[in-house]
């Protein structure tokens, strides 16, 4: 999502006080306070966010967003927190983490909202007897997170399934829009570039051969298996979108890495992976700046051998943003 609102002001002692007397008054409830971001991410990086609240209703989510805008109080929503660098320096501001959790439906089209996660969202699918969700197996996240950056593989995205997505906006407007309008692109949708937050979505499916399903996703998973770096290292996927050449085809970012002779580089304890070059991982203690640092280097060796500029997937939320 876009950093939202992004004010410039750090949040003084006085104002965290008002912001959380006012959470109180309007949700009944306080936020967590110094929460460490590092506890929130699959890089197990980062510092501590001023607040932190999860949110598990609708209602929540709404007055939770309608406050910090309100109030004009930096907030940042996240899922699961599989895409995400945070800041040595953690977040001046409140993270609202998405634990809206829910699916109902039918055989052709499911109403899923937007805090669940994919792994539950394939799950309940295979065991209704649904397919099309295969390609999303093994991909970390919340359905909320996926939209907002077509997640996918092996050449299907979230995008491609998605028949409309209700879209929450701090004013406390909401909004339900078609997949066209969501402009979704190669990892990217309107939402980087527009703002909103998914609330929920209606994807498709069919009914399927479970057993079918089940040998496609078997597949998928030892595919990545043997790319991928072990489950549990902590990292945050693909650090860098693969490259488009001239002719518009995709070139795979961790084969310019390879070739631009990153493997074994390392900053600190951020490291790229010895298995897939694409991928920065977290070997111990990581901060943000070796990871970022690490991430420089590797975007200057792909320019300098191949003229290629290399963009971030993974997306770095700053303390002041
Ligand atoms: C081991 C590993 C493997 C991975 N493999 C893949 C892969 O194969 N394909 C792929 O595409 N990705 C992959 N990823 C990246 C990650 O899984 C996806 O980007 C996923 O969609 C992130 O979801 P999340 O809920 O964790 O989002 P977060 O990391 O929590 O958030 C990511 C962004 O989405 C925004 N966001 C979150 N929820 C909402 C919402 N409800 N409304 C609007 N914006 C929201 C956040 O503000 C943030 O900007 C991988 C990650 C890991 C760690």
């Known amino acids: ?15 965290k006080i008002q912001f959380r007397e006012t959470f109180l008054e309007k949700l009944g409830t306080s936020p967590s306070e110094n ?6 991410s699959s890089f197990g990086i980062g510092g501590p966010a001023d607040f932190f609240f999860e949110v598990r209703t609708e209602g929540e989510f709404e ?7 309100a109030e004009k109080y930096p907030f940042y929503v996240i899922g699961g927190g599989n895409n995400l660098l945070f800041d040595d320096a953690g977040y001046r501001g409140l993270i609202i983490r998405n634990r809206l959790e829910g699916i109902v439906g039918g055989e052709d089209r499911l109403r899923v909202l937007s805090g669940t996660g994919l792994s539950a969202l394939l799950n309940q699918t295979l065991s209704a007897g649904l397919s099309g969700l295969e390609f999303l197996a093994g991909i970390p996240g919340t359905v909320g997170g996926a939209v907002y950056g077509n997640a996918g593989a092996y050449g299907r995205s979230i995008g491609d399934i998605l028949e409309t997505a ?11 829009v ?9 990892r990217d949708s309107a939402l980087k570039k527009r703002g909103g937050i998914v609330l929920d979505t209606i994807l498709l499916c069919s009914p399927g051969d479970t057993q079918a399903s089940e040998a496609k996703i ?10 991928h770096p072990p489950l549990g290292t902590a990292c945050a996927g693909s650090y860098f979108k693969n490259s488009c050449s001239a002719t518009g085809e995709r070139i795979a970012a ?15 304890d951020a490291a790229v992976d010895e298995r897939h070059c694409n991928f920065i991982i977290n070997k111990r203690n990581a901060r943000s700046r070796d990871v970022l640092l690490l991430a420089g280097e590797l975007k200057e060796k792909v320019f300098r051998m191949f003229g290629i500029r290399l963009e971030e997937e993974v997306i770095y939320l700053r303390a002041d943003a």
Request: avoid cysteine; glycine fraction near 10%.
């Open 1 to 15: 999502m876009l950093p939202y609102p992004s004010f410039s002001i750090i949040p003084d002692m006085d104002r």
């Open 35 to 40: 929460v460490p971001l590092s506890a929130m």
């Open 63 to 69: 007055t939770t967003l309608s406050l910090a805008a």
């Open 166 to 176: 209700t879209l929450l906006f701090p004013d406390g407007g909401r909004k339900t």
């Open 178 to 186: 078609n997949r066209e309008a969501l402009g979704f692109g190669y």
């Open 218 to 227: 078997r597949d998928i998973l030892e595919k990545r298996r043997l790319k």
């Open 254 to 268: 961790g084969r310019l890495l390879e070739q631009a002779g990153a493997r074994g580089l390392a900053v600190g």
